[in-house]
């Protein structure tokens, strides 16, 4: 049987297929595991780095679900919600142990407020606090636009759980144990509608390669490491992301050659003083987003659902 009040509880059971989600009637999602953190290691700096993989999870699953009514069929629809539901899990777990790591990130409600601190972070944080890479919070576009931005979303997100499986950090090894189960559906997933589009009708095969001229520009800015990503592979903790671009090409260069169109070329989108999403520097999109995701929670602060 399975505790629905314990998020973690199906995280470290491998034959679960439970989801998680937000809310006020779920317990703290790491009761129970061992959250004992080196002592070679950073709190502050595993905090943000469990932010910013939370972040890009959270607002991933945000745009996903924008879909729910408006998909081409149904069993799509179901599809994209499911894998919105995992990376709300994802974010779930990962927001709550950047609290147990440092508190300190977690934005002040008020002393009486129930609101977990997962929950905390993901709805009362301001747009600069957010640390996610521009590629999730973009406008979802058509379809073959979010088919091709989750390709290569989950294609880099996989390599980096696969490496992160052997994190001396427990809750995020644990978390990328099961990540990389649910991240290989999804890139697989992805990939099928990327082939199909590239060869299929004349029309499918122009908004693939739209779509793939209007994602490509956010790709590099994935591979670029913080000072954070730095200091915590150099302590077996995190990823250097950089170590991750060599796998995430071959596995692209493969998908589109099967859908019989080219690796796109064009510009990168810029760093705006040197800083980008994962410095709390985003696009115009991401205020409408926020305002969307976060305005029932800011509404009633005091509220339990």
């Known amino acids: 049987m399975i505790d629905h009040d314990n998020a973690y509880q199906v995280l470290v059971d491998e034959d679960s297929h439970g989801q998680w989600a937000f809310g006020t009637s779920f ?45 081409p069929e149904l069993e799509e629809e179901v599809a994209l919600a499911n894998v919105g539901l995992d990376l709300l899990g994802q974010a779930r777990l990962l927001l709550a142990r950047a609290a147990a790591a440092d508190g300190t990130v977690v934005p002040h409600i008020s002393a009486t407020s129930p609101i977990p601190a997962e929950d905390a972070l ?85 908004r693939l390669l739209d779509g793939l001229a209007f994602v490509w520009p956010y ?49 990168t989108i810029g760093r705006v003083g040197g800083r980008a999403g994962r410095d709390g520097v985003h696009t115009e999109a991401m205020g409408y987003l926020l305002a969307e995701m976060q305005s029932v929670a800011r509404a009633h602060p005091e509220g339990v659902w």
């Open 122 to 206: 993901a709805f009362f944080r301001d747009e600069p606090s957010f640390a996610n890479v521009h590629l999730v919070e973009l406008d979802n576009g058509d379809f073959a636009q979010t088919m091709v931005r989750l390709l290569v979303f989950a294609t880099w997100r996989l390599a980096l759980f696969a490496r992160l499986r052997d994190s001396r950090d427990p809750v995020l090894a644990a978390v990328a144990h099961k990540g990389v189960k649910e991240l290989t559906y999804h890139r697989d997933y992805a990939a099928r509608w990327v082939v199909t589009l590239g060869c299929g009708t004349e029309e499918s095969r122009r």
């Open 219 to 267: 790709v590099d800015e994935l591979f670029v490491p913080t000072t954070t990503d730095i200091a915590l592979a150099a302590v077996g903790v995190g990823v250097d992301p950089r170590d991750l671009r060599e796998e995430f090409d071959a596995v692209l260069a493969q998908v589109l050659k099967a859908a019989e169109v080219e690796l796109p070329q064009g510009h």
């Open 27 to 71: 317990d703290d999602p790491l009761a129970g595991v061992d959250t004992t953190v080196p002592d070679d290691v950073d709190l502050h700096a595993l905090a943000l780095y469990c932010c910013a993989l939370g972040d890009d999870a959270l607002l991933s699953a945000q745009r996903l679900a924008e879909w729910n009514t408006r998909a």
